[in-house]
């Protein structure tokens, strides 16, 4: 326990400062951590960092978040950069790759690394994208502040008091105590940071987003546990003592922002 707060401390603040440091600051800072989650992703399926597949799935996160810039309209005005059907020119390697490599590499890793790059890709890319918006700063630290005190309160809440298993088949140790907690203290937070940047809207805003931000966050985890549990892993790796990997910590992350994005919130 004590060794998990350390890290989520020092962690927490490490991000922050390069949050606050500037926008280009925090874009380098989420291209590496996409990189690394991938690495993580591929690693959980024992595809090692080093074979043509999971370079390609690299590369294919790089492409995403790279096109998402929005300084790139100012570069070149080529519409085939934001194309999605370019995300299919991949999925034709991935194919090829196959039988390229004799059927060393097949159909199913395949399916795994391609979702795996689009989700990990657009997930970290649009983190990205929503700090370079109006009130970039403020929308990024609420919903961030939401998911750490949602998934916080989830998880010293569940764990002192939680009886009833919330989903045992995905997480045996999530309950719904942890859960409802969760959400309660993800609404405060929302409250708070609405508090302090007024500008992001009225109350009843702060409760219905706080909402939505705590249950799409937890949907999140539980997507990572399947994962997880379908690979036969119990974190994605090793680098935080306490947390497991990158990807463990932004898992909630990744999915709210993405559907954050696709609901025009962020």
């Known amino acids: 326990m004590k060794q998990r707060v350390i890290t989520g401390v020092l962690g927490a603040s490490g991000f922050l400062i390069l949050l606050w440091l500037g926008n280009w600051w925090y874009s380098g800072l989420l291209l590496f951590l996409a990189t690394f989650a991938f690495l993580e992703y591929a690693q959980m399926n024992r595809l090692s960092w080093r074979r043509t597949p999971v370079i390609l799935g690299i590369g294919l996160v790089w492409f995403i978040f790279v096109t998402q810039l929005p300084q790139l309209d100012a570069i070149s005005s080529d519409p085939l950069l934001h194309d999605p059907n370019q995300l299919l020119l991949g999925l034709v390697f991935f194919l090829v790759l ?101 500008a992001l809207g009225n109350l009843l805003k702060a409760i219905w987003l706080g909402l939505l931000i705590s249950v799409v966050g937890q949907i999140g985890d539980l997507i990572e546990s399947a994962w997880k549990r379908t690979t036969g892993v119990k974190d994605s790796g090793t680098i935080l003592p306490g947390h497991g990997g990158v990807l463990d910590r932004f898992d909630s992350l990744l999915f709210t922002f993405i559907v954050l994005h696709l609901v025009r919130l962020v």
């Open 98 to 198: 196959i039988v390229l490599s004799r059927n060393h590499f097949d159909i199913f890793q395949v399916a795994y690394l391609f979702i795996g790059s689009i989700y990990i890709g657009y997930g970290f890319s649009y983190m990205m994208l929503t700090i370079w918006k109006q009130n970039g700063l403020a929308l990024t630290l609420l919903v961030i502040f939401i998911t750490w005190a949602n998934d916080s309160a989830a998880y010293f809440i569940g764990k002192r008091f939680g009886k009833r298993k919330l989903w045992p088949e995905i997480s045996p140790n999530k309950t719904i105590e942890g859960s409802m907690a969760g959400i309660v203290f993800g609404v405060i937070m929302s409250v708070l940071i609405f508090l302090i940047f007024p």
